[in-house]
């Protein structure tokens, strides 16, 4: 066996064990399991994401072990793939009406870290090998609704100073807008 290092968890941050590809364990910062809010909010297995946030560091290395598990198997727990379906008003229409409402699914607690690290690295995968276009801005962190209508902004005043066709997406726009001005 490998050694083990172990620590003390740092700035609320958990520690957990995986093995490198020598086959030694090594700490990882379990700091997704902190991520969770403190709330009493729990999915389908009742486990509230205040007790996982608390004793974080008690569950880290356990959870790692069940995550590498999986992971070896190629295969997520079915309890952990239900979910918990909650319909949230949206702020308009009428509260009888089920178009007013958006659903939440409410997973796992124990769950939310390792969806969180398989996202992590599908994001990292795609952005170092470029399989994002330059024009995805929704969910990608430091992106927004804001940079893209940036970008669109930037697009239309190139294509007005530079002489070259006027994007559709502006004409569609100053239609719209004269729709509703006039």
Not at 93 to 117: F, T, W
Request: proline residues 5%.
């Amino acid at each position: 066996r490998g050694s083990v290092m172990r620590g003390r968890p740092a700035d609320g941050q958990a520690n957990g064990v995986t093995r490198t590809s020598g086959g030694e364990k090594r700490v990882w910062s379990g700091g997704s399991l902190c991520r969770c809010k403190s709330t009493m909010v729990s999915g389908p297995d009742d486990v509230p994401s205040m007790y996982v946030k608390k004793f974080a560091h008690c569950l880290a290395e356990p959870l790692t072990c069940v995550y590498s598990f999986s992971f070896q198997l190629g295969a997520f727990s079915q309890a952990w793939k239900d979910a918990n379906v909650v319909p949230i008003y949206k702020g308009k229409g009428n509260r009888s009406d089920p178009n007013s409402y958006r659903d939440v699914s409410i997973i796992s607690n124990l769950a939310k870290p390792m969806e969180y690290q398989i996202n992590r690295a599908i994001v990292k995968f795609c952005e170092v090998n470029r399989l994002f276009s330059p024009d995805q801005h929704a969910f990608l962190r430091g992106k927004s609704t804001i940079t893209n209508l940036l970008s669109c902004l930037h697009d239309w005043v190139t294509a007005l100073t530079s002489n070259s066709p006027i994007p559709s997406s502006l004409y569609l726009i100053l239609h719209i807008l004269s729709l509703n001005l006039f």
